[in-house]
C-alpha cells in the first residue's frame, strides 16, 4: 500500500469515527451546546463586543432603536447601550443561578443519600423535612426571606439555594433507594465496606448522570427565580446589572421603546432554553447507552 493510499484511508477512518460520534450525541445535546457557547460569549466579551460603556449616560441619546449610532439594541431612557447593559446581566444572573443550584445540589444530594441510606429516625426525620419544605411554595418563602436578610448577590444565592434543595433532595432519595438494591452495592456491603466509602464512591458514581440533569433543570428554574425577584424590587439591589431589574425598567416605556423589554427577555429565554436542551439532551444521551448496554 503506498503512503498516498495510506492517507486516504487514514482520512476515511477518520471520517468514521467523527461520523458515529456525532451520530451517538442527541440533536437536543447538540444545541445546547450551541446555546452554552453564545451564553459563555457574551458572557466574557459581550461588553467588549458592544464597544460601550454599560453605565455610561448620554441623554441626548436616551431611547435611540436599535441599529442607531452603533447601538445594536438601542439605548435605554438614561442613554446607555441596551446590549452592553444585557451583556453585564450575564454576569449577574448566571452566577447567582450556577451557584444558588451548587448549593441546593450539595444540600439536597447529601440529605437525599442519608434519607435512602439510614433507617429509623434518621429517614423519618429527612423526609418529615422533605414533605414540609415542598409543601411550601419556594417563591414565597424566598420572598420573605431576602425581605428580612435584605438585598445583595450573596443573600440572594443563599436563598435560592436553601429554599430549593428539596427538589434534589426528593430525587436523589427516590435514585438511592433503587441503587440500594443493586448487586454490586450489596457485594459491597457483604465485603464489610464502610457505608461512608460506600456512598463516597459507588453510590456517587451511580448519582452522578441524575444530578446533573438535575442541575440543569433547577438552574433553569432558579434563573427565573431570580429575574422575576429583581422584576419584583425583592431580587438584586436596584443598581445591579440584573435582567429582572432592566425588565421592570422597561414597563414605562412598553410601547414607545419595547427594545427595553425584548433584549433581556430574549436573555433569560436563551439562557434557560440553553439549560433545558442540555437537560434533555443528556437525558437521551444516557438513556440510550443505557439501552445499548
Not at 450575564?90 to 444540600?107: D, E, H, K, M, Q
Not at 418529615?128 to 444565592?157: C, K, N
Not at 456517587?204 to 429583581?230: K, N, P, Q, W
Request: hydrophobic letters at 55%.
Amino acid at each position: 500500500m503506498t503512503v498516498s493510499e495510506q492517507e486516504v484511508k487514514r482520512a476515511g477512518l477518520t471520517r468514521q469515527a467523527i461520523g458515529r460520534l456525532y451520530r451517538g450525541v442527541p440533536g437536543l445535546l447538540i444545541a445546547g451546546f450551541i446555546g452554552l457557547i453564545i451564553t459563555i460569549v457574551l458572557t466574557i466579551w459581550g461588553v467588549d463586543l458592544s464597544g460601550f460603556d454599560p453605565g455610561a449616560q448620554s441623554l441626548a441619546d436616551r431611547l435611540l432603536p436599535p441599529l442607531t449610532d452603533g447601538h445594536l439594541l438601542g439605548t435605554d431612557q438614561l442613554g446607555r447601550d441596551v446590549f452592553s447593559r444585557v451583556s453585564v446581566g450575564f454576569r449577574w444572573s448566571v452566577p447567582v443561578g450556577l451557584l444558588a443550584t451548587a448549593i441546593a445540589a450539595t444540600i439536597g444530594s447529601l440529605a437525599g443519600v442519608a434519607a435512602a441510606w439510614k433507617t429509623g429516625w434518621v429517614r423519618s426525620v429527612l423526609t418529615r423535612m422533605m414533605d414540609v419544605a415542598i409543601s411550601f411554595p419556594y417563591l414565597v418563602l424566598a420572598v420573605t426571606i431576602i425581605a428580612v436578610v435584605g438585598h445583595s448577590f450573596w443573600a440572594l444565592v443563599l436563598t435560592l439555594g436553601l429554599v430549593s434543595w428539596v427538589s434534589f433532595a426528593r430525587v436523589i432519595y427516590a435514585e438511592t433507594l433503587r441503587l440500594r438494591e443493586r448487586e454490586y452495592l450489596v457485594a459491597a456491603r457483604l465485603l464489610g465496606n464502610s457505608a461512608l466509602r460506600i456512598a463516597t464512591t459507588y453510590v456517587a458514581r451511580g448519582l452522578r448522570h441524575t444530578i446533573a440533569v438535575m442541575y440543569a433543570f433547577i438552574f433553569a428554574d432558579l434563573l427565573v427565580a431570580e429575574a422575576g425577584l429583581s422584576f419584583l424590587g425583592l431580587g438584586a439591589p436596584l443598581g445591579a446589572p440584573s435582567w429582572g431589574n432592566m425588565l421592570a425598567a422597561s414597563r414605562e416605556h412598553l410601547f414607545t421603546a419595547p427594545w427595553l423589554m425584548y433584549a433581556p427577555a430574549a436573555a433569560v429565554i436563551l439562557v434557560v432554553l440553553t439549560a433545558n436542551l442540555i437537560g434533555d439532551g443528556l437525558i437521551q444521551h444516557w438513556g440510550r447507552g443505557t439501552t445499548q448496554h
